[in-house]
C-alpha cells in the first residue's frame, strides 16, 4: 500500500517558490525566498520528500552545491531530466537547458542509469555586460 502524501501549507509555500522562478535553486535561496516562514531543516525535508516523488530533481554544480529545479518527465523513484544545466558565473545562477536528445554514447558493456550535464560560463544578460 502506497503511503498517502499530505499537501501541507509549508509544501505548497515551497512550491510557490519553484513555480516563480524560471531556474534551479539551491537550499539557501529557497530559505531566503521563504523570508523566515519555514526554517531551514523543514525546508531540507520537503525537498527529499519532492525529490522522492519526482517533482523536482538535484543538480550538484561544480562549486559544490546541490540546485533543485522542477521536474518535467520523471516520477516517483524514476528521474528522466536528463539534460545539460547551465552555471553562470556571472549572476550565479543555474538554468535547465533544452534536452537535444543526443547521449554520449558509451562503451560496449556500460550501463546508465542517469546523467548529469553541467556546463559553466555567462548567460546572455551577462554576456551584454
Request: some cysteine; proline content about 2%.
Given at each position: 500500500?502506497?503511503?498517502?502524501?499530505?499537501?501541507?501549507k509549508?509544501?505548497?509555500?515551497?512550491?510557490?517558490?519553484?513555480?516563480?522562478?524560471?531556474?534551479?535553486?539551491?537550499?539557501?535561496?529557497?530559505?531566503?525566498?521563504?523570508?523566515?516562514?519555514?526554517?531551514r531543516?523543514?525546508v531540507?525535508?520537503?525537498?527529499?520528500?519532492?525529490?522522492?516523488?519526482?517533482?523536482?530533481h538535484?543538480?550538484?554544480?561544480?562549486?559544490?552545491?546541490?540546485y533543485?529545479?522542477?521536474?518535467?518527465?520523471?516520477?516517483?523513484?524514476?528521474?528522466?531530466?536528463?539534460?545539460?544545466?547551465f552555471?553562470?558565473?556571472?549572476?550565479k545562477?543555474?538554468?535547465?537547458?533544452?534536452a537535444?536528445?543526443?547521449?554520449?554514447?558509451?562503451?560496449?558493456?556500460y550501463?546508465?542509469?542517469?546523467?548529469?550535464?553541467f556546463?559553466?560560463?555567462y548567460?546572455?544578460?551577462?554576456?551584454?555586460?
Amino acid at each position: 500500500m502506497e503511503k498517502q502524501r499530505r499537501n501541507t501549507k509549508t509544501k505548497k509555500l515551497v512550491m510557490d517558490v519553484f513555480r516563480h522562478e524560471a531556474g534551479a535553486l539551491c537550499h539557501a535561496d529557497i530559505v531566503q525566498r521563504l523570508e523566515g516562514k519555514i526554517d531551514r531543516v523543514t525546508v531540507y525535508r520537503i525537498l527529499q520528500g519532492f525529490f522522492d516523488e519526482g517533482i523536482i530533481h538535484r543538480i550538484s554544480a561544480e562549486n559544490g552545491k546541490t540546485y533543485y529545479a522542477l521536474c518535467h518527465e520523471c516520477s516517483a523513484g524514476h528521474h528522466a531530466d536528463n539534460h545539460a544545466h547551465f552555471y553562470c558565473m556571472g549572476c550565479k545562477t543555474v538554468s535547465c537547458l533544452e534536452a537535444t536528445g543526443q547521449l554520449p554514447q558509451l562503451p560496449q558493456g556500460y550501463s546508465a542509469s542517469e546523467s548529469s550535464w553541467f556546463i559553466s560560463g555567462y548567460c546572455p544578460n551577462c554576456r551584454a555586460v
